[in-house]
């Protein structure tokens, strides 16, 4: 029993990252078409290639990635991103970004997953939440100061990302921004002498539900086969 339990477990774990990689790959082609097909000069492509790369994915899925999105291909990249709101069980407030090319399908998914909490119409949610640009990095020097970094890049905020989140020896943070400053932030923490691993604009719960253990485990796997879903981009909830 216990090896065919070893043997699932494997199975699950490559069958979630090649999920991921997946949806890694759409999200270079996507900012292949909508910019630079050169990396080096579009801040929304150098950044998912990086993070491909961390997740381990094949170079030659990064580089026919690019060459999809950017029209290199006789496949053609007709994603669109679709947003949904609604709610988690416990009245948790939740936003779903979807990145598809078949909107239809995708809606009858998000209506399956939404059956253990309420699916809402576009604003049911959205004033629950601020949106913001949030730039992750981390720097070889852990004596850094991650406010005076935020102050020198021009941030609005910054906390500390976990332990775990990056190398021991090494300092991590989270910068947020207003929405239309995430790539000046990114380039200035870059030449800075910071290493950027994510650059995005995001939704932030303005509060967040407290929830006991039970309701917590009841919520975190609501989101979890919500997150499981190929055309699911990103998930944000008002958990803490």
């Known amino acids: 029993m216990g090896a065919q339990w070893k043997h699932a477990g494997r199975v699950d774990e490559a069958r979630r990252r090649g999920l991921v990689i997946g949806k890694l790959a759409k999200e270079i082609a996507v900012a292949a078409r909508i910019g630079d097909p050169n990396p080096e000069n579009n801040a929304r492509l150098r950044v998912a290639v990086e993070s491909a790369r961390k997740q381990g994915c094949p170079r030659d899925t990064i580089e026919r990635a690019i060459k999809k999105g950017a029209g290199l291909l006789d496949e053609t990249v007709n994603y669109e991103l679709v947003t ?73 905020e910054v906390e500390p990302l976990e332990d775990g989140e990056f190398e021991k020896g090494q300092i991590g943070a989270r910068f947020y921004t207003e929405p239309a400053d995430v790539d000046a932030v990114n380039k200035s923490l870059t030449q800075l002498g910071w290493t950027v691993s994510k650059a995005e604009l995001m939704y932030r719960a303005k509060d967040n539900v407290e929830l006991d253990a039970a309701q917590r485990k009841e919520v975190e796997e609501f989101l979890n086969a919500i997150d499981d879903n190929d055309d699911v981009h990103r998930v944000y909830a008002g958990i803490k």
């Open 84 to 156: 949904y709101e609604g709610f988690a069980p416990h009245k948790v407030p939740v936003i779903v970004e979807c990145m598809t090319e078949n909107k239809n399908r995708t809606a009858g998914d998000v209506r399956v997953l939404f059956r253990k909490g309420q699916l809402g119409a576009i604003g049911a949610v959205g004033w629950m939440f601020d949106r913001l640009g949030v730039v992750e990095a981390v720097n070889k020097n852990a004596a850094l100061d991650i406010e005076e970094a935020a102050i020198e890049s021009g941030a609005q």
